[in-house]
């Protein structure tokens, strides 16, 4: 098998980019451990969840996806390529690496394995491009904080759903493992060459993460209960801002806007998400979604219930990241777990 | 835990007397401090106070859900009731029920006028703190084109998720400037030009009015410095009009209002 040193990780991104891989890494950068594009000498940092997934590393916050020049009356088009670099996601979470096959049912339905709802003909060629251009490999977690849930929506801390290689951490934390899990990963490990040992090691056992809600009950209650009273008794402590959204690794909500002068417009794709009051607001002035609670509601529907029954999974993957940053300090395992109860209580 | 003890006592008769329908205080949940929100007092146990408890309560008084299940009592640390002078300055209350919590001390519940005594009495001498000073000493001991580069770096981690103007008590504005979108005035887009236009724009509408609470640094998911944008502007209203924002209820805004003798340096 493959090994390297623990203290060895930012010598397997260098050989990476060595190798032409754009290698992005959890790396400190002050309070936060952000994954970011590596740099040489930025130390790579699996000690807890980063505060951003690697889901904008293969969809933007913010991307051009068409460009026009106005002259007079004239209107021409201009092309757009897609930035879509080799790209190794090292160190990264198994949680991500699952996320990234849940937005592949969204963004490339119909390919092997995904299925095509009735409905969705859509397919994104700049996700598709940066997808295939990017070689995911998750660490195995072995600790867990009061946040992480991945096993009460069906993951694991050494799942390896969407890795195309995984690092597990052996000897006691003194040495990782890196196991190719297909022809990316294999590529990758070819690349990394001479930094990669053929040795023997004993891989540390994965994090307890214990299982805190039953989400087949959330999905089957959310399909009766829209008009619950409980979406607003757990949604009271939303300020309303779209900071879950934005960390989650599966929201994948976007606006399109164009941004023009007299001369050049340029239409871009940006983030939104139903967190916030704009997200549904007609241009009549009606909002169909007018507080917090039922934002809140679509939150959980959607990941629960909308994305189950149009793509057959569940839209969240148990990172944690949304409650760990959440500034009213809510968490939505929380809710799942209220809704649990709830619908035990229901069936007494 | 005597804070606690007092806290839920008069959070429990408050809510019996019917002065309150609702406590919105602090609970634990793991690591973290989450809002409570009461409305019965035989669940009163729930509610702690500790160090942890840094939220910034007063953001809720806005929203119309909590509203709904007034009238509302709160538990507010100094830095909770300097809000609720701004906001009862800028006609936004014009009364509240405080369980008035300060530093390692309980002082039981308060009117809005107890509240600004209090204040003025015990809490006239909040300064931001003295690594907070010190980073903003050293960025303003940069050149004009370093700070540029500082803030850039900063701005370039902004996702638009808005966490800072949703945890700012002072951020009322039923419409922000980023939601006027006909046309749209600041750009949507979470890059340079987008990112830096709001976070201009949201320290000059605090200028005046920012108390230092530290909710919107907190709130940042993406852990940018906010607090250097808010004290520079702070330190500039202290050092021009004198003004301290934050301990009178009745207070003329800084920025709307004006005084013969104002500052008026900048007009060249």
């Known amino acids: 098998m493959k090994v390297l040193d623990a203290n060895k990780l930012s010598d397997l991104a260098a050989a990476l980019a060595a190798a032409g891989y754009r290698v992005v890494a959890p790396v400190r950068d002050g309070r936060e451990i952000r994954v970011q594009e590596w740099k040489p000498g930025a130390a790579i940092d699996t000690s807890a969840v980063p505060v951003n997934s690697i889901k904008e590393f293969l969809f933007p916050r913010c991307e051009v996806i068409a460009r026009y020049r106005l002259e007079g009356d004239d209107f021409s088009p201009e092309p757009v390529a897609t930035d879509a670099p ?99 990963g294999q590529a990758l490990v070819a690349a990394a060459g001479a930094v990669l040992a053929e040795g023997d090691a004993k891989a540390d056992p994965p ?10 009950a959330v999905t089957e209650w959310c399909g009766g209960n829209f008009e619950s009273p409980l979406w607003r008794e757990v949604s009271l402590a939303c300020i309303g801002c779209g900071a879950c959204a934005y960390c989650c690794p599966t929201c994948h ?92 209580a229901a069936v007494k | ?43 009163v146990n729930v509610l702690v106070y500790d160090n942890l408890c840094k939220q910034n309560l007063a953001v809720y008084l806005r929203k119309p859900e909590v509203r709904l299940k007034g009238p509302v009592a709160i538990v507010a640390t100094p830095a909770v009731m300097r ?32 509240a600004a005594a209090l204040l003025k009495e015990k809490y006239a001498d909040l300064a931001p703190e003295p690594e907070l000073l010190e980073a903003l000493a050293k960025l303003n001991a940069l050149s004009p084109e370093a700070r540029a580069r ?55 509408h605090q200028a005046g009015r920012c108390t230092l609470c530290g909710a919107c640094e907190a709130a940042c998911p993406q852990g940018i410095p906010l607090m250097l944008l808010n004290l520079a502007l702070s330190e500039e209203v202290a050092k021009r009009f004198g003004e301290k924002p934050g301990y009178d209820p009745a207070a003329k805004p800084v920025v709307g209002s004006w005084k013969p003798d104002d500052d008026q340096g900048f007009i060249r």
């Open chain 2, 1 to 43: 835990m005597e804070i606690a003890e007092a806290l839920r006592a008069d959070a429990a008769r408050l809510l019996a007397e019917g002065r309150a329908k609702l406590v919105i205080g602090y609970q634990a949940r793991g690591p973290h401090r989450a809002p409570a929100f009461i409305s019965d007092p035989a669940k």
């Open chain 1, 86 to 184: 080799k790209t190794a996601a090292l160190a990264v979470r198994p949680c991500d690496a699952a996320a990234m096959v849940i937005l592949d049912k969204v963004f490339n339905p119909g390919t092997a394995g995904v299925p095509w709802p009735d409905g969705w003909e859509y397919k994104d060629d700049a996700w598709n491009a940066r997808r295939e251009a990017t070689t995911i490999v998750p660490v195995v977690c072995t600790a867990a904080d009061q946040d992480c849930f991945c096993t009460s929506v069906g993951g694991a801390p050494d799942a390896t759903a969407g890795a195309d290689a995984v690092l597990r951490s052996a000897d006691g934390g003194r040495k990782f493992i890196l196991q190719p899990l297909g022809p990316k």
């Open chain 1, 207 to 216: 994090a307890q993460v214990p299982v805190r809600f039953d989400a087949k």
């Open chain 2, 83 to 114: 809000s609720l002078m701004v906001l009862a300055a800028e006609s936004q209350l014009t009364e509240a029920t405080v369980l008035a919590v300060g530093k390692d001390a309980y002082h039981g519940v308060l009117d809005l006028a107890g």
């Open chain 2, 150 to 204: 500082f803030w850039t770096g900063q701005f370039a981690k902004c996702t638009r998720c808005y966490a800072c103007r949703a945890a700012c008590p002072g951020c009322y504005c039923q419409r922000c400037i980023v939601e006027k979108n006909v046309p749209q005035w600041v750009s949507a887009a979470a890059a340079q030009h987008g990112n830096y236009a709001w976070h201009v724009i949201r320290a000059f």
């Open chain 1, 253 to 344: 909500c976007f606006d399109i806007q164009d941004e023009a002068t007299r001369t050049e417009s340029v239409r871009l794709r940006n983030w939104d998400t139903c967190g916030l009051s704009l997200f549904t607001l007609h241009s009549s002035g009606h909002n169909p979604r007018p507080d917090q609670a039922s934002r809140w509601r679509q939150r959980v529907m959607h990941k629960f219930s909308y994305f189950v029954e149009k793509f057959g999974s569940l839209a969240c993957t148990g990172c944690g990241r949304c409650a760990r940053l959440c500034p009213g300090g809510m968490a939505i395992a929380q809710v799942c777990k209220e809704i649990d109860e709830a619908r035990k």
